[in-house]
């Protein structure tokens, strides 16, 4: 069974930064894609950033220039550096692994990132 932990959400001021952790355990018995997701109430869970194992990455239009996504293979953790938070930043944010074989996909149980002016 694959658990993943994030970690690294909070409170934090307009203009100012934050950075999410997520920690793969378990067995995965393929390569991966690592990403991650937002969620505000009532609405539907949104891409942030995903990359691959091969590290290409992949980011939203509302958070490129400002977000950062990276991973540590030897830790099974991504990670997601973000800036010039905005009040729309506010969300839930998931961490998600896709198995590339197979598509199998993981969920983590979310980190509450709010952005305060």
């Known amino acids: 069974q694959v658990q993943l932990v994030e970690s690294g959400g909070g409170l934090v001021q307009l203009g100012g930064s934050l950075r999410l952790s997520c920690a793969a355990s378990?067995?995965?018995?393929?390569?991966?894609?690592m990403g991650w997701y937002r969620q505000t109430p009532g609405k539907q869970r949104d891409h942030v950033a995903h990359?691959?194992?091969?590290?290409?990455?992949n980011y939203a239009e509302a958070v490129k220039g400002r977000f950062t996504i990276s991973r540590d293979n030897a830790k099974n953790t991504a990670y997601l550096q973000m800036s010039s938070l905005k009040s729309e930043d506010t969300a839930v944010y998931y961490c998600r692994i896709i198995l590339e074989h197979g598509g199998v996909d993981y969920w983590g149980q979310g980190t509450q990132v709010t952005v305060s002016s």
């Open positions: 990359i691959t194992s091969g590290g290409l990455t």
């Open positions: 378990g067995t995965i018995c393929s390569s991966y894609t």
